[in-house]
């Protein structure tokens, strides 16, 4: 399962004459990726670990997938994702965070006027935001005691009811926020994440030269490893299957068909992105004995957490099925 180049697939660095550590995670550990490659220089692996491994933690879909398969801590990642909702009274958009399975307002500053703040953010942001900005106004027992009367104030009002203190010259105003969601715009693309598998895979199953005849390969290079600007639909989310279906395994398959050929890269058996990529000849696939093939998939099999297991599908140009076969670790 591994291609030992002189050179590093994406910067072309030198590599040791000798593979070190444990590779390259192709598919990150994080979504129970097992196939590691040890094309990769440490410098890229370094950059990719920093930078794009950590995509599809922020990746709705594998979220819903990891949740739904009851993995590991699947529930607490979504913890990590920016949410927003609507104010029910100026139907303004808030910044919202989830915590323990319950959402709050963002503790959100904007210069010393105006400071967004859950209930329970009290005390540890609202009250000192306030020491800050008009302590100086009052003594400290003024201060102590209009901070007193305004809480029991703010306890009594209504969504959307504002409490003002005359002495401290501030407003507070109870908010009410409803349609809470995952804030997509807010989340990163994966499309880095999916480049960097589809870049590997191709370098897996294709030769050197096949590889120079797809231009746009370059481009997958440089949004993976430098945030390069991808073509117009180069990636794009494809689902396969019309009925969601989770599974505890990754598939990767090429297909090819006269100068184009398309990656599809499948996680937790159902989110997938699929790549489509034109060559300026032929890509010609074969197995190890010369036989012509129109599509190869790659499966890790991960239902077994101690015994994973990885296989190789060919399909052949006179065939309908594929056949598969288990490869070593």
Not at 1 to 7: A, D, G, Q
Not at 35 to 53: A, L, M, P, Q
Not at 135 to 142: D, E, G
Request: hydrophobic share 35%; proline share 4%.
């Amino acid at each position: 399962m591994l291609k030992f180049y002189e050179y590093c697939i994406f910067c072309f660095k030198k590599l040791p004459t000798e593979p070190k550590g444990e590779g390259e995670h192709v598919i990150p550990k994080n979504i129970y990726g097992f196939w590691r490659t040890y094309d990769v220089c440490e410098e890229c692996k370094i950059f990719f670990g920093d930078n794009v491994d950590q995509l599809p933690l922020q990746e709705v879909t594998i979220l819903n997938a990891m949740k739904y398969l009851q993995l590991p801590d699947a529930d607490k990642l979504f913890e990590n994702l920016p949410y927003i909702g609507t104010d029910t009274i100026d139907k303004r958009k808030i910044q919202m965070i989830r915590k323990g399975g319950n959402f709050k307002i963002k503790v959100t500053a904007i210069d010393n006027h105006f400071l967004e703040c859950s209930e329970d953010d009290w005390d540890m942001f609202g009250k000192k935001w306030l020491e800050n900005n008009v302590r100086y106004k009052v003594s400290k027992q003024v201060f102590d005691k209009e901070i007193e009367h305004l809480v029991i104030e703010y306890k009594a009002l209504k969504p959307g009811d504002t409490v003002h203190s005359d002495i401290l010259g501030y407003s507070i105003r109870k908010r009410q926020i409803h349609n809470v969601d995952v804030d997509k715009e807010a989340l990163p693309p994966i499309t880095k994440l999916i480049a960097k598998i589809v870049v590997c895979f191709l370098w897996l199953l294709l030769s050197p030269q096949q590889i120079a005849a797809i231009p746009d390969l370059e481009i997958l290079v440089k949004h993976t490893r430098s945030d390069g600007e991808l073509r117009k639909y180069l990636i794009n989310w494809c689902s396969l299957t019309q009925k969601v279906q989770y599974h505890k395994f990754h598939r990767l398959r090429l297909h090819t068909f006269a100068n184009t050929q398309i990656v599809d890269v499948t996680l937790f058996g159902y989110p997938n992105w699929r790549t489509v990529l034109k060559s300026t000849s032929p890509t010609i696939l074969k197995d190890s004995e010369d036989q012509k093939l129109e599509e190869v998939q790659l499966i890790l099999d991960f239902e077994d957490f101690e015994n994973r297991k990885k296989y190789i599908g060919f399909k052949y140009a006179d065939e309908n099925q594929l056949r598969f076969h288990e490869l070593s670790a």
